[in-house]
Antibody
Framework: EVLLVESGGGLVKPGGSLRLSCAAS????????MSWVRQAPGKGLEWVGR??????????EYAPPVKGRFTISRDDSSNTLYLQMNTLKTEDSAEYYC??????????WGQGTLVTVSS | QSALTQPASVSGSPGQSITISCTGT?????????VSWYQRHPGKAPKLMIF???DRPSGVSNRFSGSKSGNTASLTISGLQAEDEADYFC???????????FGSGTKVAVL
């Protein structure tokens, strides 16, 4: 069974930092392209960024609203995906989902972890 | 505001067929055959139902089918069943720097 379990969410002040983790199991993580997707309260889903597998270059791409502030990384030895979020803004408040991609679609989703940016 | 437009709700009786639309632009739905559909039950992770417009993953019922015309993709559920009651959202690859866009979601009710 495939499992993606996010953790690390919480309440943080504007300008602060937070690191999200996603523990993956049930598939060969090192071969997978992984992404983060978020959904703000009452809003639609928004793609945050993607990291390719190391065997395919490990390229990382980010959505414009988070580029320069967020960093995606992976540890294939522990099957874990990370999202380092710096200089957080109130508009970054959202449920953050870890996803596993294949081709141009998402095959698996996690349950999400909630990030609230508020003073 | 979502990049792809879906109706807020669609309903049907058991056994009927319903269709959910997903309207984008010439930069996403109209440009690529990389539209996918997901089913989300409350409290559960979304499940992939259709990818690349009309392909079904292994294990997904053939009652679910997808199509596309111009800038609009569609998901059809035939032989509607109570277990199909859920939220459905679409996604498309896009030529913009965002890479992927999503629909606003459609709540399917089985009457």
């Amino acid at each position: 069974e495939v499992l993606l379990v996010e953790s690390g969410g919480g309440l943080v002040k504007p300008g602060g930092s937070l690191r999200l983790s996603c523990a993956a199991s049930g598939f060969t993580f090192s071969y997978a392209w992984m992404s983060w997707v978020r959904q703000a309260p009452g809003k639609g889903l928004e793609w945050v960024g993607r990291i390719k597998s190391k065997t395919e270059g490990g390229t990382i791409e980010y959505a414009p609203p988070v580029k320069g502030r967020f960093t995606i990384s992976r540890d294939d030895s522990s099957n874990t995906l990370y999202l380092q979020m710096n200089t957080l803004k109130t508009e970054d408040s959202a449920e953050y989902y870890c996803t596993c991609n294949s081709g141009y679609h998402t095959v698996y989703w996690g349950q999400g972890t909630l990030v609230t940016v508020s003073s | 505001q979502s990049a792809l437009t879906q109706p807020a709700s669609v309903s049907g009786s058991p056994g009927q067929s319903i269709t959910i639309s997903c309207t984008g632009t010439s930069s996403d739905v109209g440009r690529y055959n990389h539209v996918s559909w997901y089913q989300r039950h409350p409290g559960k992770a979304p499940k992939l139902m259709i990818f690349d417009v009309s392909d079904r993953p292994s294990g997904v019922s053939n009652r679910f089918s997808g199509s596309k015309s111009g800038n609009t993709a569609s998901l059809t559920i035939s032989g509607l069943q109570a277990e199909d009651e859920a939220d459905y959202f679409c996604s498309s690859y896009t030529s913009t720097s965002t890479l992927y866009v999503f629909g606003s979601g459609t709540k399917v009710a089985v009457l």
